[in-house]
């Protein structure tokens, strides 16, 4: 079976330039956080999407925008 590569991506705006938002609740355990780095959306979901379908879901957010 073929794996198929997945990325994050923002929900807000479709950019696959995500990043781990790193704090010093971190060392505390807090919950994990991404922030994009296109439109400095952050918090704890952003999917996971296959890289082929990337288009597809950029098309689809505009749609609900």
Do not use: H
Not at 1 to 15: A, V
């Amino acid at each position: 079976r073929k794996m198929t590569e997945k990325i994050k991506i923002c929900l807000r705006c479709g950019s696959a330039d995500i990043r781990i938002n790193y704090t010093v609740l971190d060392a505390l355990g807090a919950p994990q956080t991404w922030r994009c780095n296109n439109c400095n959306y952050q918090g704890q979901i952003f999917p996971e999407i296959e890289k082929s379908k990337i288009n597809r879901f950029r098309k689809d957010l505009r749609k609900i925008k």
